[in-house]
């Protein structure tokens, strides 16, 4: 493997905890935790761990069930998706605990679902289903392997924009008006897929998975969309005044050979002028669509088959 961006220490200000007491969930799956509050209200759910790596989602999940946080109104959930993949994890090689076999935010689709293959992701992602089906609106928490400012990534409905909008951070969204073009996202899975579907389903992309920054930014956003949908008190400090940036995925490039590279080193959120050239895969070459292209979830590494960088535009806001 190629690296795609200049190598770096890296340091751990978060590391994982060992989750085996939360294994015992109430709903006879592994990890999953429900809450009702007994009042009318919609259905939660807050989903950690859809990477193994990516311990923001477990800082915020395991903050709601060590406080035992229960909803005012509705009903709250909180998952633990990859376990096993989280279980991996090892310093020496902190991205390889990111998944076992497949990607578990790319297997949404009835496809995947009900395909003759297997893996531990699969097999997670079919137990998980009637969570999925069950809540009304969904919180995806995710980290960035690289450090970057935080972003919220959802499809172009304005059921998710609203939620996003109301809530106030973080201030950057990736809307996908078209959907991922990679794969199916926990996000797109049954009611939450389409613009005559129901419930905002979101992922937000919390900074570096190992600083601390990244999971207070978890918490703070978790808290916000439960408060926004009544489960919990909005929290005093919880509204920003920054004006929103948005823009608009345009394409999702997936690596095709290990020669895949960049023109310049890229960490997320650098511009390129139409045409201006992004980045090599063997001979193919990948150039920015329009102008003011921004880059975002640029690969650390060139695995074929995996995604390579997002490409977006601004949207007005």
């Not at 633990?80 to 090689?93: G, I, L, S």
């Not at 935010?105 to 998980?128: F, H, K, Q, V, Y």
Request: glycine residues 8%.
């Amino acid at each position: 493997m190629n690296p795609t961006s200049p190598p770096a220490s890296t340091t751990f200000e978060v590391l994982p905890r060992d989750l085996s007491a939360y294994r015992r969930g109430n709903v006879g799956i592994d990890y999953v935790h429900r809450f009702e509050s007994g009042k009318p209200g919609p259905h939660v759910l807050v989903n950690a761990l859809t990477h193994g790596n990516e311990f923001c989602g477990m800082v915020a999940a395991t903050q709601l069930l060590d406080a035992g946080v229960r909803p005012l109104i509705g009903t709250l959930t909180v998952s633990f998706a990859n376990v096993a993949a989280y279980e991996t994890f090892d310093p020496a090689q902190p991205f390889e605990s990111r998944l076992l076999v497949h990607n578990l935010n790319r297997i949404w689709s009835p496809e995947w679902l009900d395909g003759a293959e297997d893996s531990p992701e699969l097999r997670r992602a079919r137990e998980l289903r009637p969570v999925l089906a069950a809540a009304d609106h969904l919180l995806d928490i995710h980290s960035t392997s690289q450090d970057v400012e935080p972003f919220w990534v959802y499809p172009g409905f304005a059921r998710n924009a609203e939620v996003a909008l109301a809530i106030g951070r973080p201030q950057v969204h990736l809307v996908m008006p078209d959907g991922l073009g990679s794969g199916t996202p926990l996000i797109q899975y049954g009611h939450f897929a389409g613009v005559d579907g129901t419930g905002a389903a979101m992922v937000v992309e919390c900074g570096q998975h190992f600083r601390q920054a990244s999971s207070d930014t978890a918490i703070a956003v978790t808290r916000g969309f439960l408060a926004h949908f009544g489960l919990m008190e909005r929290d005093a400090d919880a509204a920003s005044a920054a004006a929103p940036r948005r823009f608009e995925l345009l394409r999702t490039y997936v690596i095709k050979t290990p020669e895949f590279k960049f023109s310049r080193p890229c960490v997320g959120f650098e511009v390129f002028a139409k045409d201006e050239l992004i980045a090599t895969d063997g001979p193919d070459e990948i150039r920015a669509p329009c102008d003011d292209c921004t880059i975002l979830m640029p690969a650390r590494t060139a695995i074929v088959g995996r995604e390579g960088v997002y490409l977006s535009r601004p949207l007005a806001t």
